[in-house]
Structures are given as C-alpha cells and as structure tokens.
C-alpha cells in the first residue's frame, strides 16, 4: 500500500489483511494507492474504494493491463531501446516457447524468466549446452503453465535501479525519481529512496 509524502517518493506502508478496512480512516481519500495494481489488489481494496467518493476513485484492474506485467512485454519495450554507446549493453530478451529454442543462443550462461512472476523470482540460470534434468523439468514446467519465458544473457549486475512513474487516468505519465535496489542472489531484499549516487562507488558514478 502507498501514501503519498512530500519527499518526491511515494513511500510504501505495509498494511496486514485484517487492518485494509481501517486505511480509509487513518489517511484521506485520494491518498491511498496499491503498490502495484493486480486482480488480487482489486480484490483487497474493495472495502477502501467502496467507502471513497467518486472523485477518488481509481480503477484498481482492467484486464487489458495483464499484458503490460508480463516479461515478454518488457523484452518488447527493451527492443525499442536502441542506443549506439558499445558502453551500454540493451540486447532485449528474447520470448520463447519451446525449449529446444534455446540451442540456438551462443551465450555460456543464460537467464530465464518465468513471463508472470514478481521482481527476483521465477528465474534460473542455465547453460544452454548441459542442460540438466531440474534445468529442462524447471522449463518445461513454466512453458507448461505461461506458455513462453524470456531469455536473456546473464550479466554480472553491479547496481540494480528502479524508475518509479505515476501514470494517471489521463494518460499523463510523471517520473517520482530513482530508488536503489539491494540484492541477495536474485532476490531483492531492500529499496533505497533518495538522492542514491552517495551509495555507489567511483566506478559506477562516472559509468
């Protein structure tokens, strides 16, 4: 759950299940947004939209914005980046839908990705020419249930950024700013908000 606050990002607020009717009271209306819109959020908030004036109401899901979570529309998103710094490495994954596509990548190390799956998760490392049996079960289970995963080079990740924007029901898109993110293996376990270069080192800053 977010509230909004003066410090140009949006904060969250982690809100349990058996508190979500008492938002309502504790902060005002149009102040109150999902981190991340989902059938499941639509869901949880009924009781707050319920109890909001029109005026502050949003839609919380429309079906139509199932494609805009997936991975595989990301790697589209990521094509259209075309930049000509041999600096910056923006080869866009690439969706498959049958394993045996994978023989046709020449990378040593891999990087799938389950299409529909949260920030961190749903991914495995592999190497496309010794494949092993949890490597092809893993696959094959994920084509199974999501019909594709994107295929990616596995990079050395040196500094994990996330842009956060607000896209309102007009279709006027604001950027809030940067939040650094930490991780453990693939999953991120904290979000730094604020002015983030005073945590990277030299390298990074003049990259």
Request: aromatic share 8%; net charge positive; hydrophobic share 35%.
């Amino acid at each position: 759950m977010l509230f909004r606050s003066n410090i140009g990002l949006t904060l969250p607020e982690i809100v349990s299940k058996d508190k979500i009717n008492t938002i309502a009271q504790k902060h005002r209306p149009g102040f109150i947004c999902p981190w991340g819109l989902s059938p499941t959020q639509y869901k949880l908030l009924s009781p707050v939209t319920k109890n909001q004036s029109a005026k502050f109401q949003r839609p919380l899901w429309q079906d139509k914005w199932k494609k805009l979570y997936s991975k595989t529309c990301q790697s589209e998103f990521v094509q259209r980046l075309n930049s000509k710094n041999q600096d910056l490495d923006l080869s866009a994954p690439v969706a498959i839908s049958h394993i045996d596509e994978l023989n046709k990548f020449m990378e040593a190390e891999l990087l799938i990705k389950a299409p529909f799956s949260t920030t961190g998760r749903s991914c495995r490392k592999v190497n496309p020419k010794k494949l092993s049996e949890t490597d092809i079960a893993w696959t094959e289970g994920v084509l199974k249930r999501q019909k594709t995963v994107t295929v990616e080079p596995y990079r050395n990740r040196l500094a994990d950024f996330s842009a956060q924007y607000e896209l309102n029901p007009n279709g006027e898109l604001k950027t809030l700013g940067l939040t650094l993110i930490e991780t453990d293996k693939f999953a991120n376990i904290a979000n730094i908000c604020g002015p983030i270069q005073q945590q990277l080192n030299l390298e990074l800053k003049k990259f």
